[in-house]
């Protein structure tokens, strides 16, 4: 699927998700992203994996984490859509989720291979949508939320994380 989605596709606080999406497939962007987020983070030690940026931010394994929890919860709310359910989604807390998930228990690797495994899923359950699929829509927020436009969010997400392990993490781990 190559079009972004309109802004009446989903509510204004994704907006900053989606636009971060460049123009294109989204099945080959996200592809992509699996890719270019294990060469990220290729250099990272298990060690260094525990920095954290400043006091109170998450480490490097919890944002991967959160990039993981982000990646199930969206690519479910993508599934129940294209299969038709109409339903009104809730949010969830990512702080909750970190607290209670204790990501810098798991080692960087095997949060690695876990977020390529489901972005993997992803893309198999994306690349097997008939084309009426992409334009069903439930609700998030009150407001409408397209196939379409929850996959933009999942690709945005994690460009947006990423951006932040460039500019805030790496710099300072030398």
């Not at 038709?84 to 909750?96: K, T």
């Not at 690349?127 to 690709?155: I, M």
């Amino acid at each position: 699927m190559s079009n972004k989605p309109q802004t009446n596709e989903y509510a204004a606080p994704f907006a900053k998700y989606i636009d971060l999406v460049p123009a294109g497939d989204l099945v080959s962007i996200l592809a992509e992203q699996s890719e270019q987020l294990v060469q990220l983070l290729s250099g990272v030690s298990e060690e260094q994996s525990h920095f954290r940026y400043d006091e109170g931010k998450w480490s490097i394994r919890e944002v991967l984490g959160h990039v993981i929890d982000n990646e199930r919860v969206w690519t479910y709310r993508l599934l129940r859509i294209a299969r038709g359910d109409q339903m009104s989604f809730p949010s969830y807390n990512e702080n909750q989720f970190i607290q209670h998930a204790r990501f810098d228990e798991i080692p960087l690797s095997d949060l690695l291979d876990e977020f390529v495994s489901l972005r993997k899923s992803a893309i198999y359950l994306l690349k097997g949508l008939p084309a009426e699929a992409w334009d069903r829509a439930g609700t998030l927020y009150d407001h409408p939320l397209t196939t379409r436009a929850a996959a933009a969010v999942v690709a945005g997400h994690e460009k947006h994380h990423c951006n932040i392990i460039r500019e805030r993490y790496l710099p300072k781990l030398g």
